[in-house]
DNA sequence: GTTGCGTTTATTTTT
DNA sequence: TAAACGCAAC
């Protein structure tokens, strides 16, 4: 806690006089633009200290939100940390979570059940499948991804089915309908239809629901209006059509809502974000205050000259110029190279020699691209070198195979009616239910005007024959015991806090997953000869995320600060996992894994925002990568080129020393060789901030001698150590 | 249901 | 170039 406790301004020490303003308005609409660097997180959490401790606002009244997991958990932890025991009860929490939560509360006023499935991705995808099939969309012939996405980008700009294919026949202006988006205004009803049926929702649906709730259901709206009094939304960039309907629901009549975020990092429009809900702050909230925050704290004068001079050739967008009375600092490296190859082998060399010369820890350095399958050639050279690295990105923990499969059998069991779960393991291990039983028993459902999970159970030799109906008897009969199982699991969970070992759902998970032959059938198979040993233990790492789910519940029910005897408390069950599985996808422990002392960091320049370095390589910086040859070619290119922009203004941002620009001159591509060009913005960065040169060019000899000095006398510090 | 071969295609992805 | 996918044959 500050010193001067009594003052009411003891929440503003610290803070300059931008920060300042931006915690002490409290009333009202507030839109604060925190570029790079600008102290957001510690604005956001002095702000809400200032709510409870001045304002002496409630802090179950405060409602913040975030769009990351990690997100939530860094601002959770400083909250607490600055407010106390207290700050608990401010509801900290990401846009889906929120969702989920209203949704549990109240979702039985929109026709939903209580324990309802979370469909991801692939299960989108799979539920999307059954739709297509009922309408015959051969999903051979079309692509299923692209129909998906067209859904998605409708129920994120809340565009109902029957809009959508209102909107399509109006567009007889001369424009061809694409021909996806007519299949998929198509498949879009049916769509809904099957995720109801499998008493599902998706990921928009997380957002879109809650928010037809709160506008259509008085009492909802009410409700929750008497829950919170203060919205704080974090990342207000990333948000999309639902969510800036979400933000005006929430915070109501009282409008007491403080919106955080920099529109030049906005880089998830492709996904649905809209720049405009941030550049038009002020018309959607009418006498808003905004406050901008200028002055950085993390990089070097040139540094942030370069990201000031890319970003300004940007139109539309909120004018800022950030400032630092940090030193001026190295200049930046822009460098040529030959190929990808030498690219990879020249930021190598470097990492080696600034490592031993300025004595910094592998951590410290970053190599950012635009494109996953860059990494590679990074991670062979890497290695090679003996030079510790650290990907981030690529599949995550539940999207690996047999993760997923497991899941599905937990889904199966914890929602009978989940069709896409049953559909995906009914034959998974092999027992002898091929396609076409399947296929019959689509039909016969079709016929009986049944749901799938009826179908199994109700269907007759005559239809499927003797085999094929013993076999799913089998079936259904491992997921009733698995079922009977889990219930007296779920009763001892709920009775007593968990001890020290295993606990009962985590137990009744390892036991089940036994039983399903999953791992047998793992390490049967050929394929994963090699990693057969790491997709068990995956296994056993999911076994363990519901351990630790369970324990956390029951953590939160009796840490400090939480009432015991809180009655919106709910015993874990194996729903409440695997809504939670679905949302947070993190294995635990590589919680913070994003930022580690011993090992270079390789990522793309999406997953960078929000993190910096001090050492960073921006690395295939050629007009076809960034910007994408995909942007420049976009049918809206401009606002498509400023995003990519945008990328590099991020990953500038990120060095808090020293900044690598390079490029190749040649890069292999769909077979041969092709020729490249510098990215088009880096001519924006005046040369005056640059040291141009090309791979192989030597250091002036004074520059070099003193390095070398430095070089071995760290290499013999380090060894001494 | 599995195997192997030919064909296709290659951004970013907080939840 | 390589990996991922679909399809046909076993």
Known sequence: MPPDAASNTRHLIGLNPEQRAAVSHTEGPLLILAGAGTGKTKTIVHRIAHLIRVAEV????????????????????????????????????????????????????????????????ADQLGALKTACAEISIDDNRFDLKKIQFQISDWK???????????ELSEEGDG?????????????????EEVLRACGAVDFDDLLLLPTQLLEQDEEARRALWKRWHYVMIDEYQDTNGVQLDMARLLSGSRRNLCVVGDDDQSIYGFRGAQVGNILEFERHFPGARVIRLEQNYRSTKRILAAANAVIAANTARHEKTLRTENSVGAPIEQVEHDS?????????????????????????????????AQSRVFE????????????????????RKEVSDAVAYFRAIAH???????????????????????????EFARAENIGFARALKEVTADVIGAAALRAIQQFLLLLEDGRKELHAAEAETALNRPKEGTTPLGRWALAFLEKTGIEQEVRSDPRNAKSA???????????????????????????????????????????????????????????????DQHRVTLMTLHSAKGLEFSDVFLVGLEDGILPHSRSIDAPNGAESLQEERRLLYVGITRARQRLTLSYCRQRKRAGGAIDCLPSRYLTDIPQDLLNIRGSNVELPPEESKQLRQNFFANMKAMLAE
């Open 58 to 121: 409630h802090p179950a009244r405060i409602l913040a939100v975030t769009f990351t997991n990690r997100a939530a958990d860094e601002m959770r932890e400083r909250v607490q940390d600055y407010v106390g025991p207290e700050a608990k009860r401010v509801t900290l929490s990401t846009f889906h979570s929120l969702g989920v939560r209203i949704l549990r509360e109240h979702g039985h006023r929109l026709g939903l059940p209580k324990k309802f499935a979370i469909y991801a991705t």
């Open 156 to 166: 994120n700009r809340r565009v109902s089915p029957e809009q959508a294919k209102r």
């Open 175 to 191: 424009t061809r309908a694409d021909a996806y988006a007519v299949l998929a205004a198509t498949a879009y009803p049916k769509y």
């Open 340 to 372: 990808e190859i030498a690219e990879a082998e020249s930021v190598a060399r470097e990492i080696t020699t600034r490592r031993l010369m300025h004595k910094l820890p592998f951590g410290s350095f970053a190599v950012l691209y635009r494109a996953n």
């Open 380 to 399: 062979e050279v890497f290695r090679n070198r003996n030079i510790p690295y650290r990907l981030v990105g690529g599949t995550s923990f539940f999207e």
């Open 416 to 442: 009978p009616d989940d069709e896409i779960a049953l559909r995906r393991i009914i034959n998974y291990p092999t027992r002898g239910i091929g396609r076409t039983t399947v296929l019959k028993v689509v």
């Open 533 to 595: 040993d790491a997709r068990a233990d995956n296994l056993k790492d999911l076994a363990g995320t519901i351990t630790r789910y369970e324990r956390r519940v029951w953590d939160e029910r009796f840490e400090p600060g939480a009432n015991p005897d809180d009655e919106e408390w709910e015993p874990p069950t194996l729903s409440g996992a695997l809504s939670r599985l679905a949302l947070d996808d993190r294995p635990d422990e590589e919680e913070d894994d994003r930022v």
